[in-house]
């Protein structure tokens, strides 16, 4: 048994995360809040939440003495210039700290997502202070889209908070880029496959890679599209726009997917493996084929 550190450990990939944990029953949780422990959170033995001020490196020290991995999931875009997470790894190494897993969990590619590019920043930081010799072990957990987004508006996780896509499963319609079907592609994984990933990747004992590629499964827009009407049992309406009119917001089609999310600003919603190759993941039509089964 080890003593797991994760930040940010309220949130809703945190708790899927958390869950799988507490059921391997190997681990000693260690919950980072920067409030009170809320009145919904995961009660349990082998749990215990700790007040911290992400500011205040020498606290984070104390309250990571005797953590063998940290697991981030701090809110990038409310990090600006990454104070939190660049303190929380230089405590990290001022503990003892031998695994750290910073705020990742999405795309590999954070340049064209503009809530993201601080994950930039906080991968710059690790770089460095590893730069003469490695004083912290890290893994870049990167597993792009959750496949439970495209059972939308429908909840298959416990904690995943159900995303539009602009691959509409639930009206059979769909939005894609002019020419870019056969071209663009996005990896899906199921967020119970992430959990587990993240699991099994503790009781590993070798060394963690730099990147977890974590990919359940990796789907062209036009393999989307055709899954779809597969799935739903008719064509799917699909609307296209020429891509200088995506990069420059001129979006007139007749819908838009409202991208709702915890981690995502209020003011930017209308806006938008390695490590274990024995793991088999969900298969996303398998899993789509169970969500829809039966469904108007």
Not at 48 to 66: E, P
């Amino acid at each position: 048994m080890v003593k797991i550190a994760i930040a940010g450990g309220t949130g809703n990939v945190a708790s899927e995360i958390v869950e799988v944990l507490l059921s391997k029953k190997k681990h000693h949780l260690v919950i980072l809040t920067r409030k009170d422990t809320p009145p919904d959170a995961i009660v349990h033995p082998d749990i215990t939440y700790v007040k911290v001020d992400y500011k205040d490196k020498a606290s984070l020290t104390n309250a990571l003495r005797g953590v063998h991995t940290v697991l981030s999931f701090v809110v990038v875009d409310r990090d600006r210039g990454s104070v939190s997470q660049k303190n929380l790894i230089d405590a990290s190494i001022e503990a003892g700290v031998k695994r750290f897993a910073p705020s990742e969990w999405g795309s590999s590619n954070v340049t064209a997502i503009p809530w993201y590019t601080e994950k930039e920043t906080v991968r710059e930081h690790l770089r460095e202070v590893n730069g003469e010799k490695k004083v912290l072990e890290y893994c870049l957990f990167q597993c792009g889209l959750f496949s439970d987004y495209l059972a939308f508006p429908h909840k298959t996780a416990k904690h995943i908070t159900p995303l539009s896509l602009p691959f509409d499963f639930q009206n059979r319609r769909a939005i894609v880029v002019e020419g870019r079907n056969d071209i663009d592609g996005l990896t899906f994984t199921k967020a119970e496959d992430l959990a587990n990933v993240v699991a099994e990747a503790i009781d590993f004992e070798g060394e963690w890679p730099l990147v977890g590629g974590i990919r359940g499964n990796y789907l062209t827009i036009g393999q989307i599209l055709v899954l779809g009407e597969k799935i739903r049992g008719q064509p799917f309406s699909v609307e296209t726009i020429k891509l200088e009119d995506l990069e420059t917001g001129n979006i007139n089609t007749s819908w838009f997917p409202v991208v709702g999310h915890p981690s995502i600003p209020k003011e930017e919603v209308e806006s938008f493996s390695k490590l274990l190759p024995s793991y088999k993941f969900t298969g996303v039509e398998e899993f789509l084929s169970e969500v829809w089964a039966g469904k108007p």
